[in-house]
């Protein structure tokens, strides 16, 4: 039996996640949380093998959701299930732990399949976002060594500063103060041995 965590804040959206997971004979729903901070609340004590995450939640996103969740266990899947399909939006999920990632409109069966095939260790994606993840994978392709010892939560930073955000805008958005943003962000120059964020961006994301 797949137990399945829906976060959601649309009432609409999670009741029809919420039928079809009990239509379907080897799925049962654990419970369904309208924001992030209700799951990560209880997540160390919920049994729950597939989480289908919202990307757009008030308070915090469902990316930061996984970010924090994935590392406290590595054994739940994470799927996003959203309407945001841009490269950005895609990128970060997958580097903070999402193993899928289905746009909304998708069909109760391939959702069913989807959750099976995450469940059984596959990355189930909607093939218009497939295409995306090869292309985005391509463009923005690692060339370093260094790269791959960033921490989830330091690529999080790198990608915000990647868009342009400044530390402080960077601290809002993750809910944490400047200072920690400064030290992120030093400890991500000694990894990949550099000293400014130009030099950090150019090194990680070489331009084409």
Same mark, same amino acid.
């Given at each position: 039996?797949? =137990? ?5 804040? @649309? /009432? ?13 004979? @080897? ?13 990560? =609340?209880?997540?160390?004590?919920? #049994? ?12 915090? !996103? ?36 999402? #193993?899928?990632?289905?746009?909304? %409109? #998708? #069909?109760?069966?391939?959702?069913? @399949? *989807?959750?099976?095939?995450? %469940?059984?260790?596959? /990355?189930?994606? /909607?093939?218009?976002? *497939? ?6 994978? =391509?463009?923005?392709?690692? =060339? /370093?060594?260094? *790269? ?13 500063? @990647? ?13 944490? !103060? ?8 030093? %400890? ?13 961006? %150019? ?6």
């Amino acid at each position: 039996m797949i =137990q399945i965590a829906i976060v959601e804040d @649309d /009432s609409e959206i999670s009741q029809a996640l919420s039928d079809l997971i009990s239509s379907e004979s @080897d799925f049962t729903l654990v419970k369904i949380f309208p924001d992030a901070e209700s799951i990560i =609340q209880v997540f160390m004590d919920l #049994t729950v093998d597939v989480v289908l995450m919202d990307i757009g939640l008030p308070g915090q !996103s469902g990316i930061q959701a996984v970010a924090k969740l994935k590392s406290r266990k590595p054994e739940v899947q994470f799927i996003m299930c959203t309407v945001f399909d841009d490269d950005e939006s895609i990128f970060q999920s997958l580097c903070m732990g999402a #193993t899928g990632y289905l746009v909304k %409109n #998708t #069909t109760s069966d391939k959702l069913s @399949d *989807a959750i099976r095939t995450a %469940n059984n260790g596959g /990355s189930p994606m /909607s093939a218009s976002i *497939a295409r995306k993840v090869v292309q985005s994978f =391509q463009q923005r392709a690692v =060339q /370093s060594g260094e *790269a791959a010892l960033l921490s989830p939560r330091q690529w999080e930073v790198l990608n915000l500063l @990647d868009q342009g955000y400044r530390y402080k805008e960077i601290a809002e958005k993750m809910s944490l !103060s400047f200072e920690t943003i400064r030290t992120y962000c030093r %400890n991500i120059y000694e990894l990949l041995q550099v000293h400014s964020r130009t030099d950090a961006l %150019n090194k990680v994301f070489p331009k084409k």
